[in-house]
Nanobody, 119 residues
């Protein structure tokens, strides 16, 4: 499985960004997917996840109501729509699989995309 994340950038506080993660998967079975982020000097933490068949979603408390995770199973793409961005959302964002819930331990990781929110 190969994961390619994109969509990061520089945005002002209150703005929006949409991240995308394209998954190159062999076979018919997909994976539950997740997004994590890592701020400078901090550990990587869970942000959101979405199931493969069920589409069930989970979010970190810090992003609930602001971020929305979704997926297009036909194209093996997972999105993270980020609204009302705050400076504390600044981090490198990684997509990962498999990730079913907030306690997931993915084995596949994308390369990360930088999100910077200015105040």
């Amino acid at each position: 499985v190969q994961l390619q994340a994109s969509g990061g950038g520089l945005v002002q506080a209150g703005g929006s960004l949409r991240l995308s993660c394209v998954a190159s998967i062999r076979g018919e079975n997909g994976y539950a997917m997740g997004w994590f982020r890592q701020a400078p000097g901090r550990e990587r933490i869970f942000v959101a996840s979405v199931g493969w068949a069920s589409g069930s979603t989970y979010y970190a408390d810090s992003v609930k109501g602001r971020f929305t995770i979704s997926r297009d199973n036909n194209r093996n793409i997972v999105y993270l729509q980020m609204n009302s961005l705050m400076p504390e959302d600044t981090a490198v964002y990684f997509c990962a699989a498999p990730c079913v819930s907030t306690l997931c331990k993915p084995i596949f990781w994308g390369q990360g995309t930088q999100v910077t929110v200015s105040s």
